[in-house]
């Protein structure tokens, strides 16, 4: 997480986050933690866990992305283009192990309010395009592949607190089928570097 998610602004004087977050949807909930760092030029590593409610279903994910944000001089608004890829795994239905990848291709945006000298608020979104390969192996049943593009979109804030925490709220909005999220964040600023 950073400024175009909402987040600690990466650089200087700190070189990482480290962030949490629990989602909600209709059926279960996603708990996360990942790590951003860099400056400019960005990457993030980011675990995710998948409970399904009454059921003893759980799915696992993994994901990284790297990406660029664009501050012009003077301003408060960032844009941040950048390019995900992630894998889930441990979702066995009926002896069917199911595991997929995914693809993101993604624009984020975000302005800095300044509420108090050590106070800012930091609305963001952001809109990607899925690819996604999913796998359903069987074992000697065989195994069957499927894919499918989407659009996904992420609307949230950041409540900022002296540029080293930042706490809010966050909605994923699938732009065709599936469950829309509704969660929340915690990102804290990590570490000191220069520059």
């Given amino acids: ?3 175009c998610y909402g987040g600690p602004a ?5 070189p990482a986050n480290v962030a ?6 209709d059926g279960g909930r996603t708990y996360g933690a990942g790590v951003s760092f860099g400056s400019e030029l960005f990457g993030s590593a980011v675990f995710g866990f998948t409970d399904l ?3 003893d279903i759980s799915i696992k994910a993994l994901s990284g992305s ?3 944000q664009v501050t012009p001089e003077e301003s408060t608004v960032s844009f941040c283009p950048a390019l995900g890829v992630g894998y889930s795994f441990g979702l066995e239905i009926f002896g069917i192990d199911v595991t997929s990848w995914s693809i993101t291709p993604s624009v984020a945006v975000s302005v800095v309010a300044e509420v108090s000298p050590t106070v800012s608020f930091v609305p963001f979104g952001q809109i990607g395009l899925v690819y996604q390969r999913v ?3 069987g074992g000697v049943a065989g195994e069957v592949t499927d894919s499918d593009t989407s659009g ?6 950041g409540l900022m607190f002296n540029e080293r925490v930042s706490l809010g709220p966050a909605v994923l909005i699938p732009l ?3 469950d829309t999220t509704f969660g929340v964040f915690l990102s804290v600023a990590v570490g000191s570097g220069g520059g």
């Avoid at 949490?20 to 949807?25: A, D, I, L, T």
């Fill in 10 to 14: 990466l650089g200087s004087p700190s």
């Fill in 20 to 25: 949490g977050s629990v989602s909600f949807f």
């Fill in 1 to 3: 997480a950073q400024l």
């Fill in 152 to 157: 996904i979109l992420s609307l949230g804030s």
């Fill in 135 to 137: 796998t359903a192996d």
């Fill in 53 to 55: 409610d009454d059921t």
């Fill in 176 to 178: 065709s089928d599936g």
């Fill in 66 to 68: 790297i990406g660029y």
